[in-house]
């Protein structure tokens, strides 16, 4: 290339550079940019949790809630509902593994969810088996049956009482179980005489609570007591040592002996141990080698130990009775029951409080009551004054644990005021 053509070639490129970089050379003043600044909606909306009930949506669906009325079954509520004899036949075949729809009770309450349609179609029937649990048969889409159980809350609670008359009376008046008043009398069985309570005597208890949706449906374990007896002060600590729960006083002495004192739930006695006593069927004197506890008829009859059974028969004057080796020194025997328990048998081994019976009146008895035989050594002896071994006490190695925890019972049942002390507190804020 020539050099002429060359610095055309040059100035061309020039020409074009300054082309494209003039508009950077401008002096007019760039236009000024505004910014504007949207503001966004931020507000999230949250959808509202869908409403349940027993664990199923419910929002928009009819809910029926109703009693089982006397005679009254699945069948002839469900096809109230617009549901095919076909599609109750099916459920009553797939909840045989969870629950026999035979068995609802009357009066137990019972769910219906419903379409909203006119003939309001039931989608889900729930039936309230306890207070705890409940059963739910769906027949939406593929029909099911699951038993389900409610949430229980456990509180702890603090009472306390006087007796007037007897410990059940009192408790009952608190609004306190039966069963808690059963709990109460065997943690000092072997201390004090239930049946020999006098006016004045008190108590302050603490023991737990099972809540259901807000509502007590029963009592848990005893947690301490304090009981007042003649003006002597008797503690009770429950501890687990590994063998589960057990009480002691506060000294780490277990309340408990080998064998339980009464072999049913707290009740009463109708006539004692005795040499010499006027039999109420023969009408004659003689002597009454046992001790009989009054109880309707039915009553769960409990062995007081750990034993092997050796009799368990009819005889026409025991009646339906059980006899029972606990060991090389001791045997009890159970008198009078309606009936023996399914499964018990001579040689069979038992455990304490496993029911063997229940109460009645056969054999030669008048009323329904459980007569209650006790031998030491071969000998027939008062089943309610014999001494007993008491069982293990605190162990060293959690003897400290164990301290801890009884002073912290301690002073919740101390912060509990009984009844006059209470009255006497509340007149002198006023």
Not at 33 to 51: A, C, L, N, R, S
Not at 145 to 154: A, G, L
Not at 265 to 282: E, L
Not at 295 to 313: F, L, N, Q, Y
């Amino acid at each position: 290339m020539s050099k002429k053509h060359l610095g055309l070639v040059i100035a061309a490129i020039f020409s074009v550079g300054f082309y494209f970089m003039l508009p950077l050379f401008d002096h007019e003043p760039a236009p000024i940019m505004e910014v504007v600044v949207v503001e966004q909606d931020t507000t999230v909306v949250i959808k509202p949790e869908p409403k349940r009930l027993y664990g199923l949506v419910v929002d928009s669906m009819v809910v029926i809630e109703d009693k089982i009325k006397r005679n009254q079954n699945i069948s002839e509520i469900l096809t109230a509902h617009n549901v095919s004899h076909q599609a109750i036949f099916e459920l009553a075949n797939v909840s045989k593994d969870v629950f026999d729809v035979r068995k609802m009770v009357a009066n137990k309450k019972y769910i219906l969810i419903c379409d909203p349609d006119s003939f309001k179609t039931v989608k889900a029937f729930v039936y309230e088996h306890n207070p705890t649990e409940y059963v739910v048969f769906n027949l939406q889409d593929t029909i099911s049956v699951e038993k389900k159980q409610k949430e229980i809350t456990i509180i702890e609670k603090g009472v306390s009482g006087v007796i007037e008359s007897n410990l059940s009376n009192t408790m009952e008046a608190l609004g306190l179980s039966h069963q808690l008043t059963n709990d109460f009398v065997d943690v000092f069985a072997w201390q004090v005489d239930f049946f020999r309570l006098q006016k004045g005597d008190r108590f302050k208890l603490i023991y737990e609570d099972h809540l259901v949706e807000g509502q007590s449906i029963g009592s848990g374990k005893i947690k301490s007591i304090y009981f007042e007896h003649f003006g002597n002060a008797f503690y009770g600590f429950h501890y687990d040592q590994g063998d589960g729960i057990d009480y002691f006083d506060e000294d780490g002495k277990s309340l408990r002996k080998a064998l339980l004192k009464y072999p049913l739930d707290f009740t009463r006695i109708s006539s004692r141990y005795s040499g010499n006593r006027f039999h109420p069927v023969q009408k004659r004197w003689k002597a009454h080698r046992g001790t009989d506890f009054a109880a309707p008829k039915g009553t769960p009859i409990r062995s007081v130990g750990d034993g092997i059974v050796i009799a368990a028969r009819y005889h026409k004057y025991n009646g339906n009775f059980v006899k029972i080796k606990h060991n090389s020194t001791y045997t009890t025997q159970y008198l009078h029951m309606s009936k023996i328990k399914s499964g018990i048998r001579p040689g069979m081994k038992v455990k304490q409080e496993d029911v063997i019976g229940y109460v009645g009146s056969t054999g030669l008895a008048k009323g329904n009551h459980l007569c209650y035989r006790f031998w030491k050594n071969g000998v027939q002896i008062d089943a309610l004054r014999v001494e007993l071994p008491p069982s293990a006490p605190i162990t060293d190695e959690n003897r400290e644990e164990f301290e801890v925890k009884r002073d912290v019972m301690m002073a919740q049942l101390e912060a509990i005021p009984f009844p006059q002390e209470e009255e006497t507190i509340l007149a002198s804020i006023k």
